[in-house]
C-alpha cells in the first residue's frame, strides 16, 4: 500500500485560501477513490472530499463551492484547493485511500 504525505497546511485569515498537496509514494493510478479528512479538536474526523480514479468528485456540503479536490495520476499527486475559509475550516487535513493514511496537516484560520 502506499504511503501519503500530507503539505501545504498553515495559518491563514478568514477569507483567505491553501492549497493541500499529498503526496503518495507510490501509483495511484489504479485507485479507485482518493480523499481528504479533517479533524478539529474535540471532534470526530469528518470527510471532507474525494475524487475518483474517473475524475467524479464529492464534498462534504460545507465545503461545497469553496473547495475543490483534484489528483495528478502521472504524479501520485492528490490536491485539495480550499478557498473562502471559515475558521471552523480549522483543523488536520488528512489524506487517505481506502487502505492508508497520511500523517496530517494543520490548518488554522483566524478570524
Known amino acids: 500500500q502506499v504511503q501519503l504525505v500530507e503539505s501545504g497546511g498553515g495559518l491563514v485569515q478568514a477569507g483567505g485560501s491553501l492549497r493541500l498537496s499529498c503526496a503518495a509514494s507510490?501509483?495511484?493510478?489504479?485507485?479507485?477513490?482518493m480523499g481528504w479528512y479533517r479533524q478539529a479538536p474535540g471532534k470526530q474526523r469528518e470527510f471532507v472530499a474525494s475524487?475518483?480514479?474517473?475524475?467524479?468528485?464529492y464534498y462534504a456540503e460545507s465545503v461545497k463551492g469553496r473547495f475543490t479536490i483534484s489528483r495528478d495520476n502521472a504524479k501520485n499527486m492528490v490536491y485539495l484547493q480550499m478557498n473562502s475559509l471559515k475558521p471552523e475550516d480549522t483543523a488536520v487535513y488528512y489524506c487517505?485511500?481506502?487502505?492508508?493514511w497520511g500523517q496530517g496537516t494543520q490548518v488554522t484560520v483566524s478570524s
Open positions: 507510490g501509483s495511484i493510478f489504479s485507485i479507485i477513490l
Open positions: 487517505n485511500t481506502p487502505r492508508s
Open positions: 475524487i475518483s480514479n474517473s475524475g467524479a468528485t
